[in-house]
């Protein structure tokens, strides 16, 4: 038995509309994806969405769009994928990490005012797995001194917490449609927000800095287009629209599925010596992207291997990002610095999370966790 890390959810429905697509004349940007864009706003609570090749690139826009260039600092994780930090050192500003909360693994709220210096502009906190960070506080910080705050929710597009979705508190909301996601067209991403001025821009960041899209230039009597800013090329294409549609209305049945797995590894490892796992913060919904646990560090590669050898696929998020070489070298980053990421980072170990896992597989992952786990 072989139980991979990740099975996706594309199925027939979701190939129909891709060959729809196909078999009609507009394969890029056009009426699917600002379909698309719709339906996640309605889903998130955002006015506004614009659809994208990557989270990654709806970070990278979110910063532009807010005016973050060199010589500005942005508080954020280390406890996280490096994405969030490169989307910063791209357009020339620099990461100041906090160190994360030991029970969640999220960005401490407490420590963020302590960072803030004259160059900071943004905050960006990662709700790591799917558990929000507290966004009230973050919000109310942020406020205080004046500050920008974009949301990395790659795990999260399903979350709450304290009475407000995804994306309410923040300027802007990131998320991945990347192959392992909730929902995935293999590559994609998305940015929801509330401003209307500010959407515009991203959307014309995202082609160029072109005035208009090519499904502006194809309907009705050719209309020439200008350049008024320098953009990207990260718009996202009615393919990748089409195979998330069904997905994203079938996206609480899925979560629904993983949650109740999510529940059966803590009940499982609850009380179990040597296995910890990340605390869903109160009065919250989780996202339930992954579910890691925490083994001891000595042992996390030997455990991981043994795992593998089981024919149990698992992965790792995320040794803490600040320890990886460019960051050592670059940003002078030292071991030591941020000790609960550091710890996490070198603990963890994530499970198979997603619906079509079987009760059989589960039950199977679970023995085989314990088992293991124990004789290391
Ligand atoms: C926390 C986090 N942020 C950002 C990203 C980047 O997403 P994408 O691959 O869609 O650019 C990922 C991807 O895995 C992620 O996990």
Redesign the pocket.
Known sequence: MKIEFYRHNIGDKEKKDVCKVLDSIFLTTGDVVYEFERRLSKYVGCEYTIGLM????A?NLSMLAHGIGPGDEVITTPM??I??STSIIHVGARPVFVDVKPETGNIDEDLIEAAITRKTKAILP?H?YGNMCNMVKIRRVADKHGLVVIE?A??AIEAERDGYKVGALADAA?F???A??SITCG???AVSIHDKKKAEILRKLSLHGMTKSAADRYAGRYKHWDMDMLGWKYNMSNIQAALLLKQLKNIEKYWKKRDEIARRYEEAFTKIEGIGFPKVPPRSKSGRHLFTIWVDPIKRDKILWKLQSKKIGVAV?YRAIHLLKYFIEKLRYKRGTFPNAEKIGNSTISLPLYPKLSDKELCYVITKVKEIVQST
């Not at 990557?54 to 690139?57: I, R």
Request: net charge negative; aromatic share 12%; with cysteine.
């Open positions: 990557s989270c990654t690139a970070l996280t994928f994405a969030t990662v790591l990395d790659a795990h990131c991945s449609f990347y392992v996601k590559e994609g991403g998020n």
